[in-house]
């Protein structure tokens, strides 16, 4: 094959440090937003971004040329640093250390982007750590609670 072509879908998830409710409703648009072009210049476009007070979830097509860790890094660090800038209220602002990412098939990406714009009706029902458990069991991924939640 001449020409590499690659789609790898990634369902990104990850929190505010220790959960703490920073990003405010009236935030989150601008925020997403940011992000959406730290994944472009990285890429990897964004397909949907949502999340709640404590987290966000990121559904993307990760680039064939930059690893998965390096995106993560690139997008909790430049959303960070941006989000210091908006008053002194933010200059605290960090992102938990980890993340969980999980492949998504084409044919599962409209569910996924669904339950990404949907993530306010989810947590009514589930908190953070309940969803990260479900999607853990799902994709039979093993972890220690100790380690998980910072």
């Known amino acids: 094959m001449s020409q590499s072509l690659v789609k790898n879908l990634i369902h990104?998830?990850?929190?505010?440090?220790?959960?703490r409710p920073w990003i405010a409703?009236?935030?989150r648009?601008?925020?997403?937003?940011?992000?959406?072009?730290?994944?472009?210049?990285?890429?990897?476009p964004a397909i949907t971004i949502g999340g709640?007070?404590?987290?966000?979830?990121a559904l993307f097509a990760l680039s064939k040329n930059n690893p998965l860790k390096r995106i993560v890094e690139e997008v909790k660090r430049g959303s960070s640093k941006w989000t210091k800038t908006d008053g002194p209220r933010n200059l605290e602002f960090h992102w938990q250390a980890g993340y969980a990412a999980f492949s998504v098939s084409q044919s599962n990406?409209?569910?996924?982007?669904?339950?990404?714009?949907n993530q306010e009706e989810h947590?009514?029902?589930?908190?953070?750590?309940?969803?990260?458990?479900?999607?853990y069991r799902r994709h039979e991924i093993e972890f220690d609670e100790r380690y998980v939640w910072d």
């Open 25 to 27: 409703k009236n935030y």
């Open 109 to 117: 990406l409209d569910e996924v982007k669904r339950y990404i714009e």
């Open 123 to 135: 947590h009514r029902k589930l908190t953070f750590q309940e969803e990260i458990r479900a999607f």
């Open 12 to 19: 990104l998830v990850y929190s505010t440090k220790n959960r």
């Open 52 to 57: 709640v007070e404590d987290h966000v979830h």
């Open 29 to 44: 648009n601008a925020l997403f937003a940011y992000q959406a072009g730290i994944f472009r210049e990285w890429d990897s």
